[in-house]
């Protein structure tokens, strides 16, 4: 009750109001209310010109310090295309080739396991190693099939190819993306690891009841998962998405390009005996696909943050959804509908929940090709 209470009375900020959006503050803000999301914070690329960000809700339920344009968000998963961006730039420059087996320069990544060896940068951005998403006692690090037979996410191979790519750069991770992405894009809210002046506005995680809880603030940089940001540093990258900035024209077509289809309805596809299925989704080089629609996207899930980017090359337009709950998620494929309106067969592949108060995605889904 202490949330809605707060979320009724939040401020809602509107920023760059640059050819705005189909969507009223107040139909996000009811979407916000009836899944017990805190807040979002978005940002629109139209034409390849950033054409209108803002911020709804807010950053601490306990507080109801509202978010505003600068708020920092963990953008969980949507770290993967912006690592990809600075590896796509080392292959331009000859540092290393898609089809380098990462064994090379890290050969004890994974052990005892000859398969593993076959990886390749290729195979590790389009999801394609065959490694677990993360290891544990269920899912011990090794390789489950051969690498590049099909899909299954894996933020191991991230991690591995970060590794790669601190070793040739001699540099950690965050000053090599720093370094090729976040200053020549002019990114000046992002990195990899905490900052001081991140302190001063941030967005708090909450939970199922919109609870706040603790934010982690990482010292290691992790490829798959630690990138913080906002709204309008992530839209600056997705200019360059768009345009193919910094990258070969033979690389930029290659990132958007289907690397391997989705067979199977999982994330995470280990097992042999999953139903084969045409999902209507590819992955690029660090990209999630949907081919009919010629968009691309990535979601991003860090548990109390939820986050989810889509674009299309040829609209040259492009959008970035970053929340500060747990159910974040489910109420995504309303906002995205209501700001970048499309068949999305995304979420139902992902098969996320639908918001609390609604159906669910199949619902969802009957209702957009019923239109």
């Given at each position: 009750m202490r949330f809605l209470c707060v979320a009724m009375a939040?401020?809602?900020?509107?920023l760059c109001a640059i050819g705005p959006s189909q969507a009223p503050a107040a139909d996000i803000e009811q979407l916000l209310k009836d899944g017990r999301v805190p807040g979002l914070s978005f940002a629109i690329v139209r034409g390849?010109?950033?054409?209108?960000?803002?911020?709804?809700?807010?950053?601490?339920?306990?507080?109801?310090?509202?978010?505003?344009?600068?708020?920092?968000?963990?953008?969980?998963?949507?770290?993967?295309?912006?690592?990809?961006?600075?590896?796509?730039?080392?292959?331009?420059?000859?540092?290393?080739?898609?089809?380098t087996p990462l064994s090379m320069y890290v050969p004890s990544y994974v052990k005892d396991d000859p398969r593993a060896a076959l990886i390749t940068v290729r195979n590790v951005l389009s999801q394609?190693?065959?490694?677990p998403n993360w290891r544990s006692e269920t899912n011990p690090l090794r390789t489950y099939f051969i690498p590049g037979e099909?899909?299954?996410?894996?933020?191991?191979?991230?991690?591995?190819l970060q590794r790669v790519v601190e070793k040739l750069t001699g540099q950690p991770l965050n000053e090599v993306?720093?370094?090729?992405?976040?200053?020549?894009?002019?990114?000046?809210?992002?990195?990899?690891?905490?900052?001081?002046?991140f302190e001063s506005d941030y967005a708090l995680p909450h939970d199922a009841e919109a609870a706040p809880g603790h934010k982690e603030r990482p010292s290691k940089a992790r490829s798959a998962s630690t990138l913080h940001t906002t709204a309008a540093d992530y839209a600056r990258f997705l200019q360059a998405v768009l345009s193919g900035a910094r990258l070969k024209p033979d690389t930029a077509k290659q990132w958007?390009?289907?690397?391997?289809?989705?067979?199977?309805?999982?994330?995470?596809?280990?097992?042999?005996?999953?139903?084969?299925?045409?999902?209507?989704?590819?992955?690029?080089?660090?990209?999630?696909?949907?081919?009919?629609?010629?968009?691309?996207?990535?979601?991003?899930?860090?548990?109390?943050?939820?986050?989810?980017?889509?674009?299309?090359?040829?609209?040259?337009?492009?959008?970035?959804?970053?929340?500060?709950?747990?159910?974040g998620m489910a109420i995504m494929p309303d906002v995205i509908d209501r700001l970048m309106p499309g068949d999305h067969p995304a979420f139902l592949w992902l098969?996320?929940?639908?918001?609390?108060?609604?159906?669910?995605?199949?619902?969802?889904?009957?209702?957009?090709?019923?239109r």
């Open positions: 939040s401020v809602c900020i509107w390849g010109s950033i054409a209108e960000t803002r911020a709804i809700g807010v950053r601490d339920a306990s507080t109801g310090a509202p978010i505003d344009g600068n708020t920092i968000f963990e953008a969980a998963s949507l770290s993967k295309p912006v690592f990809a961006y600075a590896v796509l730039q080392l292959v331009d420059a000859g540092l290393l080739s898609l089809d394609s190693s065959g490694l099909r899909f299954s996410y894996s933020g191991e191979g991230f991690v591995w993306v720093t370094r090729l992405v976040f200053d020549p894009l002019e990114m000046r809210q992002s990195s990899y690891i905490w900052r001081a002046d958007l390009e289907p690397q391997v289809r989705l067979r199977q309805r999982c994330i995470q596809c280990l097992a042999t005996d999953a139903a084969d299925s045409d999902q209507h989704i590819a992955w690029g080089l660090g990209w999630g696909l949907e081919p009919d629609a010629g968009s691309f996207f990535h979601w991003g899930d860090n548990g109390q943050f939820k986050a989810f980017v889509i674009g299309s090359l040829k609209d040259r337009s492009a959008l970035v959804v970053f929340t500060n709950g747990s159910n098969n996320y929940s639908r918001n609390v108060s609604g159906g669910g995605l199949l619902d969802w889904f009957r209702m957009r090709r019923d």
